[in-house]
């Protein structure tokens, strides 16, 4: 069966570009916070049009160290869409700050603004739009600092307009690595020198430790296969754009995201009544993110306040189809078919 994807194909593809960034890092001897790192901070920085860039461990590390470089607090509250990523909230959790959810746009997926403007109280300290499957949220002016989730949206979100946008490079993503990776990104220098200090134990100086804090350092080899792959990462949008406009305009009969011209499709998910029918007969592989939304969840239905409807129908009813930029053409014509059949 036709997979849902397959990341040799990218390894293979890279093949000795691929050695040669390994093998630097290898020679070099220098494994954390090198030069692989320093210059990887600085072609994302650019890439992303913001002013710093700081290099990461994984983008739940890269959400959680946001919040607290923005001032969020144990007992503090952060808006966040119900359904999204379960790390999105867990992120918010791993501080000690609480969860509120609210629902999404039926059209986006992505958080109802107005939403979140009633979910706001005195409690509040920061709102996290979440870019969804690599389509850009709406990122509301509430007057708290906004952090960007933007782990499933490379290349979807540029320039600044929030107090932190987080990335992932968890190796399926848009820009994905060999192993755990993640990044935030900011124009604001005091939140990128917190950053800083948080993703390495707090030290401020070899000798000064001012901050409680843990390890979510990037490593070197990691730093070395992003900056390989950044190049490729536009062309690999556009790509993943046109296996989605293909499959939208095919089958028009499947409900989809709205379109948004800097979708960067992360994932391309239709949304279909019976989940399981659908899945069954379409002879290709599929996945599906969310089965629930989070305050479904057993370890989050404490934090349900607000009934979030549109969120649960999303998590019902996606689909996520194979679109990844190493498809052939024939395997796109194949998945085309196969959801262009659907309609009889
Ligand atoms: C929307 C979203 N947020 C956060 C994360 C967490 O990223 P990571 O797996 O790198 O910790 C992911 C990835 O799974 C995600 O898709």
């Not at 293979?12 to 790192?37: C, K, N, Q, W, Y």
């Not at 993943?240 to 960067?264: C, F, K, M, N, T």
Request: proline letters at 6%; hydrophobic letters at 45%; glycine letters at 8%.
């Amino acid at each position: 069966m036709l997979p849902f994807v397959d990341l040799t194909r990218q390894t293979t593809h890279e093949g000795d570009a691929l050695r040669e960034a390994i093998g630097r890092v290898l020679a070099s001897g220098r494994f954390v916070l090198g030069p692989e790192l320093e210059a990887f901070e600085a072609e994302f920085a650019a890439f992303t049009g913001q002013r710093h860039c700081v290099g990461l461990s994984s983008g739940a590390a890269a959400l959680a160290l946001s919040l607290r470089a923005v001032g969020v607090a144990p007992g503090d509250e952060v808006i966040v869409p119900a359904f999204t990523a379960v790390p999105s909230a867990a992120a918010i959790c791993s501080i000690g700050a609480l969860p509120v959810f609210v629902d999404v746009l039926p059209e986006t997926a992505t958080m109802d603004p107005d939403a979140a403007r009633r979910a706001m109280t005195e409690k509040t300290r920061a709102v996290m739009p979440v870019h969804l499957y690599g389509r850009p949220s709406d990122v509301p002016a509430l007057g708290v600092p906004v952090v960007e989730d933007a782990a499933q949206a490379h290349g979807a979100v540029t320039g600044s307009r929030s107090a932190a946008v987080a990335y992932s490079f968890y190796p399926t993503k848009n820009l994905g690595g060999v192993g755990d990776g993640g990044a935030v990104v900011t124009d604001d220098d005091a939140v990128a020198s917190e950053l800083r200090l948080l993703r390495s134990h707090g030290f401020e100086s070899p000798d000064d430790c001012i901050r409680i804090a843990m390890n979510a350092r990037m490593s070197e080899l990691e730093a070395a296969v992003l900056r390989l792959r950044l190049g490729g990462l536009q062309a690999a949008n556009a790509k993943r754009r046109s296996i989605a406009a293909r499959y939208r305009e095919g089958s028009a009969h499947l409900r989809w995201q709205d379109p948004h011209p800097d979708h960067v499709y992360h994932l391309c998910v239709a949304r279909v009544d019976d989940r399981d029918a659908f899945r069954a007969t379409l002879g290709v592989a599929t996945d599906v993110h969310y089965s629930k939304a989070v305050p479904e969840q057993p370890a989050y239905r404490s934090f349900s306040g607000e009934p979030c409807v549109v969120s649960e129908a999303w998590a019902r009813e996606c689909v996520s189809l194979p679109c990844h930029p190493f498809m052939s053409d024939l395997e796109i014509d194949e998945v085309a078919g196969a959801l262009a059949a659907t309609a009889r």
